[in-house]
């Protein structure tokens, strides 16, 4: 069975761009979490998703947004992007809450 | 807030030695406990999951819990070069409360 997989893998961005990263499920789970590790941070949690509905989201600005579509693929965006937002972006997905299964992850540069 | 604490490391021990990890949660309402290793420039992955008070033990990890402490540790043995990476406590507080991960610690097994 396939992995999660992430697309792209590295992102070279400017400050007040805009970025949307994408999130493939392995096939049959429905819920995807996403994200952010920063050396200094650690794992922090952006948000849940179920069925196309965001069940939880973690202390972000309202930049981060994110969506899932019916085939439980799931996209994030991040808005007005800021140099802070530097960081590897993480996708999991999951049938049981915390067995969760990651993706490789995006590494996003801001500059 | 709910808090996952872990040492940052590193740990060091030689080769054959066993590793001791441990993690302190400060909900005393958690429910489920997982351990994740995270190669460097890898994503985590799990290695361990425990529910109940007491031991759990899957090939050369011992996962340990204790409620009334609100202790989780991960024990293990014989450990390897290969087993070097940072590792991961991660907790499910209650209900459909994401998974809250602590910084993670460091483990160096030298050879």
């Known amino acids: 069975k396939a992995g999660v997989t992430q697309t792209p893998r590295y992102l070279i961005k400017t400050r007040g761009q805009q970025v949307t990263l994408s999130c493939s499920p392995i096939?049959?789970?429905?819920?995807v979490s996403w994200y952010q590790q920063t050396p200094g941070q650690g794992l922090q949690f952006l948000f849940e998703?179920?069925?196309?509905?965001?069940?939880n989201k973690g202390n972000f600005p309202g930049r981060f947004s994110g969506r899932q579509f019916s085939n439980s693929r799931s996209e994030m965006n991040v808005s007005t992007l800021e140099l802070g937002d530097s960081a590897l972006y993480l996708c999991?997905?999951?049938?049981?809450?915390?067995?969760?299964?990651f993706g490789p992850g995006t590494r996003l540069t801001v500059t | 807030q709910k808090e996952v604490e872990q040492n940052s490391g590193p740990l060091s021990v030689p080769e054959g030695a066993i590793a001791s990890l441990n993690c302190t949660y400060s909900?005393?309402?958690?429910?489920?406990f997982f351990w994740y290793r995270q190669y460097s420039g890898k994503s985590p992955e799990l290695i361990m999951f425990?529910?109940?008070?007491g031991d759990k033990e899957d090939g050369r990890f011992t996962a340990q819990l204790n409620k009334a402490s609100q202790y989780v540790s991960l024990l293990i043995r014989d450990s390897q070069p290969s087993d070097s990476a940072t590792y991961l406590c991660?907790?499910?507080?209650?209900?459909?409360?994401?998974?809250?991960f602590g910084k993670g610690t460091r483990l160096s097994v030298i050879a």
């Open positions: 909900d005393r309402g958690s429910q489920s």
């Open positions: 999991a997905s999951w049938t049981a809450p915390g067995e969760q299964y």
């Open positions: 991660a907790v499910i507080t209650s209900g459909n409360t994401p998974l809250v």
């Open positions: 998703y179920f069925s196309e509905t965001q069940r």
């Open positions: 425990i529910y109940s008070n």
């Open positions: 096939s049959g789970h429905r819920s």
